[in-house]
T-cell receptor, first 115, second 113 residues
Framework: DSGVTQTPKHLITATGQRVTLRCSPR?????VYWYQQSLDQGLQFLIQ???????AKGNILERFSAQQFPDLHSELNLSSLELGDSALYFC??????????????FGPGTRLTVL | QQPVQSPQAVILREGEDAVINCSSS?????VHWYRQKHGEAPVFLMI?????EQKGHDKISASFNEKKQQSSLYLTASQLSYSGTYFC??????????????FGKGTHLIIQP
């Protein structure tokens, strides 16, 4: 158990809908990273937040957005969902601000199915 | 650009050794290794940084050749629990700063009793 929690575990929704995925980082970690894992694209970095501020963006679609709250939990919002958005969404956390120079600990993931 | 991992899959008997390779076409700042079991989260194994710093589990070893942009993960005296898919993630810098980790397609490792 990495100490990172994500809810919900599974989410099934229809095309065109909007969903929110939630992540709580390990105690003391200030950085949260969001990743998408799909069969065809593999594991892809979406976005990083550090202590409430957006730090870096990766392959995140404009329909997706994220934020990190004062208590350091983060939410990933996915809107106008398409079939291709079906994937496992992971968040990871770290105790530092870096994007590539420190260990990241992954949560259990949210499996999103868009019908 | 996605790093290339080899082999794609390997089957071992318990107690045997394995080497998993990760190669990039870009200059690397860091290499991160994770193991993932089906339907579960990737588990951090090791990070190797340009300049020689490493952090990771005691029972896992890895190397990082900065000049060749390659890393190898060494699994010795494999145990059944080592089964899973191993991913390398590479950290690079581009003109705009650090890029997010880019992961390879994974190496599937099966350990048989």
């Amino acid at each position: 158990d990495s100490g990172v929690t994500q809810t919900p575990k599974h989410l099934i929704t229809a095309t065109g809908q909007r969903v929110t995925l939630r992540c709580s980082p390990r105690s003391g970690d200030l950085s949260v990273y969001w990743y998408q894992q799909s069969l065809d694209q593999g594991l892809q970095f979406l976005i990083q937040y550090y202590n409430g501020e957006e730090r870096a963006k990766g392959n995140i679609l404009e329909r997706f957005s994220a934020q990190q709250f004062p208590d350091l939990h983060s939410e990933l919002n996915l809107s106008s969902l398409e079939l291709g958005d079906s994937a496992l969404y992971f968040c990871a956390s770290s105790d530092r601000s870096g994007l590539i120079g420190n260990e990241q600990f992954f949560g259990p993931g949210t499996r999103l199915t868009v019908l | 650009q996605q790093p290339v991992q080899s082999p794609q899959a390997v089957i071992l008997r318990e107690g045997e050794d394995a080497v998993i390779n990760c190669s990039s076409s870009k200059a690397l700042y860091s290499v991160h290794w994770y193991r993932q079991k089906h339907g579960e989260a990737p588990v951090f194994l090791m990070i190797l940084l340009k300049g020689g710093e490493q952090k990771g589990h005691d029972k896992i070893s890895a190397s990082f050749n900065e000049k060749k942009q390659q890393s190898s993960l060494y699994l010795t005296a494999s145990q059944l629990s080592y089964s899973g898919t191993y991913f390398c993630g590479t950290g690079t810098y581009s003109g705009g700063g650090a890029d997010g980790l880019t992961f390879g397609k994974g190496t599937h490792l099966i350990i048989q009793p």
